[in-house]
């Protein structure tokens, strides 16, 4: 599938940030200012803000996800969330693997990729984050990396579901990937994704998520294999956030 054919997409990750009065705020904000996008939006905020969120994007075209799940549908998971409560409030996808989470709780490909089957079986589309550190990229290895945290989950991968590349060392830094360095990446991940699903991987849509801003947004989405992206910090301004999206369109 040609790239144009895949519809822009830009996630807002907006983390563990905000009040109720400020996330009703940028969230307003961001639906006055995305009214006429012609890429798909989407936000993230906390859990106890998703309701909110929900409720003020119920006429807008605008989808709420969660930014993480259980790997379980139920039980006595003290401070978990289940998929199946996040689809049951309204919405329509969830991050997983955010190397905030792979770094900070330890988790693990194998574990990502089960959360992956359980946002499936709640009806969620997953946005599954993958990308090396600054090490390892320098050591040679960020190819590797990435291919190790894709094999545990492409069998789980459905067309509607978005790849995430996140570069480690270019999260909340400041830095960002050249766009060069981004497109070999997407490159070599869609092509791991066409070795083991075949066609199929054209209708995935891979995003890029390291410090991405207006500034730079426009050299990124310009690449053959970058569909979008998933956007932290720059998320919580909305006229920034609303940039990003009107160059993705």
């Known amino acids: 599938m040609p790239a144009s054919l895949r519809r822009g997409l830009v996630i807002g990750n ?20 995305c009214e006429t996008a012609t890429a798909e939006v989407a936000v993230c905020p906390s859990f106890v803000h998703v309701p909110l969120a ?5 006429a807008s075209a605008i989808a709420v996800g969660g930014q993480n799940c259980s790997e379980h549908d139920s039980g ?51 946005v599954v984050c993958v990308g090396e550190t600054l090490e390892q990229r320098e050591s040679g290895q960020a ?57 199929a991987a054209q209708r995935l849509r891979l995003l890029y998520g390291g410090s991405v801003k207006a500034a730079n947004a426009a050299e990124l989405f310009a690449q053959q294999d970058i569909d979008g992206g998933l956007v932290g910090g720059a998320a919580l301004d909305a006229h920034e956030f609303a940039a990003i999206v009107a160059l993705a369109g």
């Open 14 to 33: 907006w983390k563990m940030h905000g009040s109720v009065s400020e996330t009703e705020a940028l969230l307003r904000q961001i639906m006055a200012l």
């Open 54 to 58: 929900l409720r003020l994007t119920a």
């Open 76 to 126: 006595a998971c003290t401070g978990e969330v289940a998929a199946a409560m996040l689809a049951e409030l309204g919405c329509d996808r969830v991050i997983l693997g955010h190397s905030e989470r792979r770094r900070q709780q330890g988790e693990s490909s194998a574990l990502v990729a089960a959360k992956c089957r359980a946002a499936h079986r709640a009806g969620l589309k997953a």
């Open 143 to 199: 190819q590797t990396v990435v291919a190790e945290q894709l094999q545990a989950l492409v069998e789980e991968l459905r067309p509607e579901d978005s790849i995430a590349y996140e570069p480690v060392w270019a999260i909340g830094t400041g830095h960002t990937a050249s766009p060069r360095q981004a497109q070999e990446m997407h490159t070599f991940i869609r092509g791991c994704l066409g070795a083991a699903r075949g066609d």
